[in-house]
């Protein structure tokens, strides 16, 4: 099929693959504007836009998509199909009646579960047991289209996000040239999302940093697996500044001491007494400033008085 790719971050480069390693012509990609990031505030592409070079596949990186310049350039190229997956932005109606086979979408949760913007993140916040990858036909209401395919995977308790999205990223590129197939064929079905099974997961901010110790250790943990490596969690329990955590592990030791407290602190991390009576050990921190280590390294050139 004649295919325009829209997408983003590196989540949607293994689709773009997938589509041009199963011989589909792409014929030109859509991807947001190159950004100014690290210190020297250097504008740097994005991962689909890197990916469609190396392919010298034409890429557009329109500001909007409402002033009509980009329903031109897609009129010109003509496609039979759009594909979507963490593109950013919300489509228009005129550009989802363009392509004849409409417009299609790899979202990483299994809708109706956990619509909008950080499905992942809030899986493992949430200490879901199974996520998954939909392929749906995008809809004028965000993530709220039919359902065309759809595949799970178990989350590991104490795996990060970062995991569950290479996972997931790579799960998608192979359904969605499984669902590219029964497009061609006519054979894909439409299965209606259940309005009564809709959850969201907002954008994530700064605001759900902070750890709230009441909370049991296995929560506490979840939130910590679940926002690495942005915007991470972060305590000031031990330090006049917030430090981020990047990785604990709830133990099987029980306290009586207030929530918040740390018992111990050394070679084997510093745990930390939380809501439940159970204990969480720290095992990589931050300091303002630092990097990235781990907490006995962190103790040598921070003691932690008891």
């Known amino acids: 099929m004649k295919i325009v790719f829209m997408g983003t971050p590196d989540f949607a480069v293994p689709s773009l693959e997938a589509i041009l390693e199963a011989g589909h012509e792409v014929c030109g990609v859509f991807t947001q504007p190159d950004k ?22 034409p ?24 594909v979507v997956a963490a593109y950013g932005r919300i489509l228009p109606e005129e550009i989802l009646h363009l392509p004849p086979k409409g417009c299609i979408n790899v979202h990483s949760s299994l809708l109706p579960r956990y619509r909008g913007a950080a499905p992942i993140n809030w899986a493992v916040i949430n200490g879901d ?52 197939e029964e497009i061609e064929r006519g054979n894909v079905r439409h299965i209606a999302q259940n309005p009564a099974q809709v959850t969201y997961a907002p954008m994530l901010s700064r605001a759900l940093s902070p750890i709230d110790w009441n909370k049991s250790a296995v929560e506490i943990h979840n939130q910590i697996r679940g926002l690495v490596p942005w ?3 972060s305590t000031d329990i031990f330090s006049r500044e917030p430090v981020k955590i990047y990785a604990a592990a709830p133990t099987e030791t029980a306290t009586k001491q207030q ?29 303002p400033g630092g990097r990235r280590m781990a907490a006995a390294d962190y103790l040598r050139g921070h003691p932690i008085t008891l």
Do not use: W, Y
């Open 259 to 287: 929530p918040g407290t740390v018992l111990s602190a050394g070679k084997d991390g510093i745990d930390v007494a939380c809501g439940d009576g159970r204990v969480l050990r720290i095992l990589e921190l931050q300091a």
């Open 59 to 82: 890429v557009f990186q329109p500001e909007q998509l409402r002033d009509g310049s980009a329903l031109e350039q897609l009129r010109t190229l003509g496609p039979e199909l759009i």
């Open 231 to 233: 915007p991470a969690t």
């Open 36 to 57: 100014p990031k690290n210190r020297g505030m250097k504008l740097l592409p994005p991962p689909v836009k890197r990916a469609a070079m190396d392919h010298g596949l």
């Open 129 to 180: 047991r199974e996520t998954g990858v939909t392929i749906m036909e995008v809809a004028r209401e965000l993530d709220a289209g039919d359902i065309l395919a759809q595949v799970s995977t178990p989350i590991d308790p104490d795996e990060t996000v970062e995991s569950v999205h290479d996972r997931l990223a790579r799960m998608g590129g192979k359904l969605l040239v499984q669902t590219l």
